[in-house]
């Protein structure tokens, strides 16, 4: 614990190389001494046949519930990030992605998450650059994501998080955005809320003044229920772990962003993706030394 704050882990660094959910849990217990986790769409897809599915969702539950590892939350991993979802052009693929999301929910309850969450989805070059199409997918978007609330409370899930990303063709992609959706949503069955990347907010090219965890953090604050960490330099969306050289995440910056901010209290996951044809030993190695890292620099 780093005050009230806590670090949590996203398990996209074991895609396509820890699979075997009693060997996962114990490394993330064991090896990196974590105890609340965000699970990867990426190692269970929400679209798999129910039974057996149902199946694999309990096998990391009972794995990690050994370990004492908490799963808080389920998340979209890369599979499903390369879908446009509910800002597709096409109504039928936003329908497509309202079931999709309805199953994700269904999956992180059964799994013992309190939270779903995912970017919401991304609009076509020329639907983002239409100022009705922005305004009419978007007030759809709105909708879907209300009747989702609706549907998560019926099935006992607590929260939504979206995650906000700098790209003009989603939503929310800059702070003011953040707010102005968080505000629209309002009065949903069950809350709504932000998940902010560190790695999103700090993308300079596209956010230009706005690349700064700061500006984010004090600006979206009341609206933030979630935290995604990485290590950066701001010129891509890198997902580093914390040995890489370059990068601008320094424990004294996450500390004074987080505390100054009054967000001690959230969980901030590590989210380290790594090229699919890294080392898996190398991908190990790093994880370890990030998270002896982090625990030492954070006091978590």
Known sequence: MCGLMKLGLNLSFAVKRWLDPVQLAGMVKNDFGVEHVQFTWDLIDPWWP????????????????SEGIEIDATFGGLASYSFAHLLAPSKVQRDIAFLFFK???????????????????????????????????????????????????????????????????EFPHSPEVCIKMMEDLEGTDIPIRLLVDWGHALYKPLLKEEADIELW?????????SI?????????????????????????????????????????????????????????????????????????
Request: charged fraction near 30%.
């Open 217 to 225: 953090f004090q600006k979206c604050a009341p609206y933030i229920g």
């Open 103 to 169: 199953r994700a929910i269904d999956m992180t309850v059964r799994m013992g998450g309190k939270v779903m969450g995912t970017p919401v989805g991304g609009m076509s070059y020329d639907d983002a650059r239409d100022l009705s199409r922005r305004k009419k997918l978007y007030e759809e978007m709105l909708a879907y994501l209300r009747a989702l609330a609706k549907y998560g409370k019926i099935k006992g899930l607590e929260e939504i998080h979206i995650e906000a990303t700098p790209l003009i063709t």
């Open 228 to 300: 995604h960490l990485q290590q950066t330099d701001g010129l891509l969306d890198r997902h580093w772990d914390f040995t890489h050289e370059g990068g601008i995440v320094t424990p004294e910056l996450i500390k004074k962003a987080t505390t100054e901010a009054g967000l001690d209290n959230l969980t901030q996951y590590l989210e380290v993706v790594t090229i699919f044809e890294e080392d898996d030993d190398k991908v190990y190695e790093g994880m370890k030394k990030t998270m002896d890292y982090l625990h030492k620099e954070l006091g978590c």
């Open 50 to 65: 129910d039974e057996q599915r149902d199946i694999m969702i309990d096998q990391y539950k009972q794995a990690f519930e």
